[in-house]
């Protein structure tokens, strides 16, 4: 899950609730590290509880208007990318920017180009981070809700 790409699928205005209710449900599966993800059609409608055909045109409105990047694989799942264009207002002005400059000499770790990688002892969650994971579950469930509610309203509509 995205905190970055559900930020912005919420704060994209969208007129079909279809493509909404599809858009944030790519981003709850939208992955930082790899810029993509690749549910399901199935996974989409019990995700969204909108049907096979409706997913199919959202998605399809999605990749037109240039939201979603749809990169087909046969035998495998569909891989989605999200076109995530920051607000105007998020990129700070270079007064404001903080940060050391690049230093280009390799880390004590990396050995001729090769990077070692150290054994790490899984930390354990105090108090404060074990009610933070809790309102992160909370907080899903809750989109869950509403995106179900916001499928059936577009359904609704289509009927």
Partial sequence: MSIA???WAFNLILEDHAEKV???ALADHYN???ECCWPSIARLERFTGAKNRTIQRA???LVKAGHV???DRPGKSTVFELVIHPRQNDTP???TRRGTPVNM???PRQIDG???KEPQAKPKLNLHERGASRDVDDARATLKTVLRDLAKQSVRRMQ
Wanted: aromatic share 0%.
């Fill in 22 to 24: 599809v858009l944030l």
């Fill in 69 to 71: 990047v749809r990169q």
């Fill in 93 to 95: 002005t270079p007064s």
């Fill in 5 to 7: 790409a559900l930020q």
């Fill in 32 to 34: 930082d590290q790899s």
């Fill in 114 to 116: 090769r990077t070692i």
């Fill in 105 to 107: 000499t390799p880390h």
């Fill in 59 to 61: 998605l399809t409105r």
